[in-house]
T-cell receptor, first 113, second 113 residues
């Protein structure tokens, strides 16, 4: 079935460092891909999305490109801030999954000053 | 501003008690979901609903039931709470007609003693 695999955490970076969180997916259809972020004590909120191959989603300095050839949707940010400390979830939905999202296990990021 | 609200942020119950977790959305969404979130396991789908009075089992429905009497409200019921149901519970909703994002509530952290 469809699934998402993302990089294990936790990840600790210094402020202004470059961030990459890897995400790969398995899907027999044509999924839409998402990154969600969960700040401490809160629910998940959408960070960015891409609905077809080669689309790039971007928001708040974060970017991810939908790569069909490598079945990947890696999250990147050029210069992280302390306020980016959170848990990041990769997710997909497709015609195969119907109305269900499939989430990765989450990657915890801590940014230190 | 779109909103998914959950009846409690923190809840403490005793083993064997019947527990109700309420979720309300104001976006007229057809689909609603209940997840539990545990460290290292990510989000796991408990139940979802496509429409009023409809429900479908997710990946881990055992020990839970749900009710959807009105479109905006989706309740999760723990018939007889057990300590292994101590967790963070997240409600979500989405427009069922598109493969667009899910909107999440802030979560309920349930502790069963």
């Amino acid at each position: 079935g469809d699934s998402v695999t993302q990089m294990e955490g936790p990840v600790t970076l210094s402020e202004e460092a470059f961030l990459t969180i890897n995400c790969t997916y398995t899907a027999t259809g044509y999924p839409s891909l998402f990154w969600y972020v969960q700040y401490p004590g809160e629910g998940l909120q959408l960070l960015l999305k891409a609905t077809k191959a080669d689309d790039k989603g971007s928001n708040k300095g974060f970017e991810a490109t939908y790569r069909k050839e490598t079945t990947s949707f890696h999250l990147e940010k050029g210069s992280v801030q302390v306020s980016d400390s959170a848990v990041y979830f990769c997710a997909l939905i497709s015609s195969n999954t119907g109305n269900q999202f499939y989430f990765g296990t989450g990657t915890s990021l801590t940014v230190i000053p | 501003d779109v909103k998914v609200t959950q009846s409690s942020r923190y809840l403490v119950k005793r083993t064997g008690e019947k527990v109700f977790l309420e979720c309300v959305q104001d976006m007229d969404h057809e689909n609603m979901f209940w997840y539990r979130q545990d460290p290292g396991l990510g989000l796991r789908l408990i139940y979802f609903s496509y429409d009023v009075k409809m429900k479908e089992k997710g990946d881990i429905p055992e020990g839970y039931s749900v009710s959807r009497e009105k479109k905006e409200r989706f309740s999760l019921i723990l018939e007889s709470a057990s300590t292994n149901q101590t967790s963070m519970y997240l409600c979500a909703s989405r427009n069922g007609l598109t493969y667009n994002e899910q909107f999440f509530g802030p979560g309920t952290r349930l502790t069963v003693l």
